[in-house]
């Protein structure tokens, strides 16, 4: 009898332990359906794919509403380390962090995940400039705006940089007053300056050019002030090489800057 007893005395551990599973189970169940949209989506394509995840869903999730993540040639990705396309991911989300919680970048900054990395563009608008009119010499808040992105940019020390500089497009008669392809150029390595003053490793920038009104923004009238603006590709290494055989063929005016 005392053995008999003894055989079903350790029964109540396993009812226990079905009681515990069945609550968390429930909790998770719970916690899901709390949830937003997005956070339900990407459970659920983890647990379809989940080796895939940080290759391909995971890529350049920006939760700024004002920014825009532009996936450009898809399926181009596909050659690019998890981990390399991992930390892009990171930054452009820290980033978008720091302009949720800084008002005043709200319409001075844009990022851009494309085939080439994460595309970061400063605009010098006329409400909020970020250089003096017509100057290379940067404004407090211009200043103010380059050493924010450089203390975040700063903590990768992977990716190169490349700067461009560009302005909008005036009037005929003007233009050459304004030195456009001198003054865009100018910009871009003073961007150059302000960002290795701030942390960012000189030997990370491999290109500083100048593209004068010759590349307006896809989404402005070409003399729009938004058009002036620079802006720092962080790059994927993949293309790097690429990328560099084709600024050598150009025939573009881009002005480099060692």
Known sequence: MAGKKGHHGGAWKVAYADFT???MALFLCLWLTAQDTKIKEAVE????NPFSAVTKE????????ETTATYKAEGEFQSISAVEIETMRRISEELARILQQEDA???????????????????DRSQKPVFEPGTDRFTPYGEWVFSTLAWEIARYTT????LEGHTARADPQAR???RQWELSTERANAARRQLVHHGVAPTQVCK????????????LPPDSDANRRV???LKLKETGESLAAAAGTSSSHAARVH
């Open 58 to 65: 995971s890529v350049g999730i920006i939760p700024n509403k």
């Open 231 to 233: 802006t720092i590709l």
């Open 21 to 23: 599973t069945a609550m």
């Open 45 to 48: 394509r983890a647990f379809r």
């Open 105 to 123: 970048l709200e319409n001075t900054v844009r990022l851009e995940l494309t085939r080439e990395g994460l595309r970061i563009n400063v605009f």
């Open 208 to 219: 500083v050019s100048g593209y004068a009104d010759t590349m307006p923004m896809p989404d």
């Open 159 to 162: 990716f190169k940089i490349e």
């Open 176 to 178: 050459e007053t304004l």
